[in-house]
């Protein structure tokens, strides 16, 4: 791709070209972003952002196809961001995406874009959270993320979408696994897909059951049953993702949520310029001293070398930094 500079993007992208937003995300996942989000920022904050998360192969991009195909009925443009968070677990995911995705691929006012956040300065949500920004700032009404529940990234997902959803599957042992993985406190709207499968209503009964044991102050979420490949359900996944949108703004946690999505962006680019520097500074460690000494040494690199953990007022000012200073 030729390299425009950032005007000639901008302008591209001010002039509502799909080619302008597709080379804005490039732009950003090469590490470019700054400059860009800087100048699109101030046009951000209308869209909707959807979260979807589940385990592998539990039907999500079926399931954001469908929803697009909602959304699209009701005129609505939409983007669909699939973070691949290169697990093990998540292979094919990508390709997974390009075949359950390929209706929408013609319509220009949809707008999908796959992505690995593997590499990527701020991870997961630095790939996925830049590319919400722009096609917030495009213009776009409804933003979806998607990604496999592996690990950290349904906790992240949660903290940039507005709403979440948690898809998961019957007959697969899915409810015992929310459990665990503690994925009930991150759901605003379970979706027991593939509804077709004959221990669908088992499943609806143990995700109640798990419901009725916790206490939920504000918002209780909904359970959907759905059928993504056919489409059944997928009206009363709508109308549960709008009471949910609906709850947030009646209730003023709009504003929480987009507070949460900007400090976790916020942490995470922060995280990945320390984690860089620290990794460069760590190559020139001190091995001569004891472990907490050397920690103090790289620290003061950062104007943190005196911030001892649990030190209280007394003698902390005066005692690191010597530490610091007898040692450098
Ligand atoms: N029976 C049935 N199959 C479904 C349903 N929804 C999706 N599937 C099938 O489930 C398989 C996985 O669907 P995907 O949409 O790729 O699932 P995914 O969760 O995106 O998978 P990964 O991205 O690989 O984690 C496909 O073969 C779908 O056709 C459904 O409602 N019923
Ligand atoms: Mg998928």
Redesign the pocket.
Known sequence: MADLGIDALVREFNQRRPRGLARAISWAESGRGAELIRRLYNRTGRAITIGLT???????????SAIVRKARSLGKTVGVI?VDPSSPF?H??LL??R??LTEHFVDPDVFIRSMASRGHLGGLAGASADAALLMDAFGLDVILI?T?GVGQSEIEIAELAQTTLV?LQPGSGDSIQVLKAGIMEIADIFVV?????PMANQMRREIRGMMEMLQFTGWVPELVM?????G?GIDDLWRAIESHVAYLHETGEIETKRREAFTHQVRQLALGRIQKRLQHELQHARTDVDPYAAAGILLAHFNMGDDEEGGDDGDQAARPRAVVKGLT
């Open positions: 589940g385990p592998p192969g539990v039907g999500k991009s079926t399931l954001s699939s998540s094919g995911a997974g995406d075949i359950r998607e496999v898809a897909n593939k509804a077709d499968h759905t059928q993504a490949l056919s059944e």
